[in-house]
């Protein structure tokens, strides 16, 4: 089942401002935080250009989002050493923007890496 509108719009404004605020922007010819929303899912990629042609970008997964109408909550998923997604520990949220945060912190590190 596809989102609301009003839910899409808020989303995408949400992971709209993450994607800019997370690369500063002198960084940007290396690196892009990119979305993309297909019915109830959202996943969030990190764009990189190809070591042996830079003007191919290679997409990877950070995060998946899933919408549940029937709870109207968002369950988290990071992707495994095997690039299969895997339910994160934290219960389904109401709200996107908790685990957009969990996310961004990755105290688990298996959103960005050990860094």
């Not at 089942?1 to 002198?26: D, N, Q, W, Y």
């Not at 992707?79 to 969990?102: A, G, I, M």
């Amino acid at each position: 089942m596809a989102l609301s509108e009003f839910t899409r719009k808020l989303v995408e404004k949400k992971l709209g401002h993450f994607c800019l605020e997370k690369i500063p922007e002198m960084h940007r010819h290396r690196v892009k935080l990119v979305f993309a929303i297909e019915n109830d899912t959202v996943t969030l990629f990190e764009e990189r250009p190809l070591y042996c042609d830079p003007l191919s970008w290679v997409r990877t997964g950070v995060a998946h989002f899933r919408f549940d109408e029937q709870t109207c909550e968002w369950a988290l998923y990071f992707p495994d050493r095997d690039l299969q997604w895997r339910l994160y520990y934290l219960n389904p949220k109401s709200d996107f923007e908790v685990l957009l945060r969990e996310v961004d912190e990755d105290p688990l590190q298996v959103f960005w890496g050990c860094g």
